[in-house]
């Protein structure tokens, strides 16, 4: 059943709203003080009360359409944000994330939601491989704009609490690409396929796992190690938006 018995225009038009309003908070989080902290967390609770609206009205979890998908990556990266604000220290992060964070949500929108689903995504392997792969995407993202923030000011600490984000991401991501396999071969027959979607998730696995080799092995620190950590981000994104755009690709579940 459509949400509230809603025309097909009401529903975009509603789905708008909902995105726009984290966004617009998640911005006024930027002011100082008690208040933009708590701009900042209304718009995590407004955030996840648009994903829940969205999965009551489809009937599932909302996390198999670049429309949906995309703002759950934002969610994370809000919370992985909020992590690293609390706990961390990282009191002026925000002039960095939060402004990367309202523009995935911008660019949520300009991907139409999808109300169908495949009979081959309905497995709950699958949606363990969204989960954890863009809770991956999450902490590259958040561990990105470290890197951007300790560039701008040099203390060293946040070259460390970048390499320390992108190792919860690889291992995040690296549970994503087993459930994904598992999914894969329960649907299809196969582990694997080397489509440019696959070779190009498998660029980002090693990628990011170069650079923690790269970092805790060969003593990779300080400028070179945050711009690199900041390039790895801008390769999985390449990966999702780039694929089947730039690149051709077959159909892909996301």
Known sequence: ?????????????????LILIPTALYIMGLMEGKKGYWLFLSGIFFHILSIVLRGVEIGRIPLTEKHDNISFMALVMAFVY???????????????????????????????????????????WFY???FFYFIGYAFFGISACIGVYYL????????????????????????SLVA??????????TY???TSKE????????YYGLYLHARFIRGLRGRPAAVLGILGFAVALFAYFGVGTVIPSPPTQF
């Open 82 to 124: 909020w992590y690293f604000y609390s706990r961390q220290g990282l009191k002026n992060l925000g002039i960095v994330a939060l402004p990367l964070l309202s523009i995935f949500m911008f660019v949520s929108l300009a991907f139409k939601p999808i109300n169908t689903i495949s009979p081959f995504l309905k497995s709950p």
């Open 128 to 130: 363990l491989h969204i």
């Open 1 to 17: 059943m459509a949400l509230f018995e809603l025309s097909e225009e009401g529903r975009s038009l509603l789905t708008i709203f």
């Open 199 to 206: 070779l190009w998730t498998t660029l980002v696995w090693f």
């Open 192 to 194: 694997w396929l080397w």
């Open 180 to 189: 994904g396999s598992i999914w894969f071969f329960v649907a299809y027959g």
């Open 152 to 175: 701008l000011n040099g203390k060293g600490e946040y070259e460390l609490l970048q390499y320390k984000g992108i190792i919860h991401g690889w291992i995040v991501f690296s549970i």
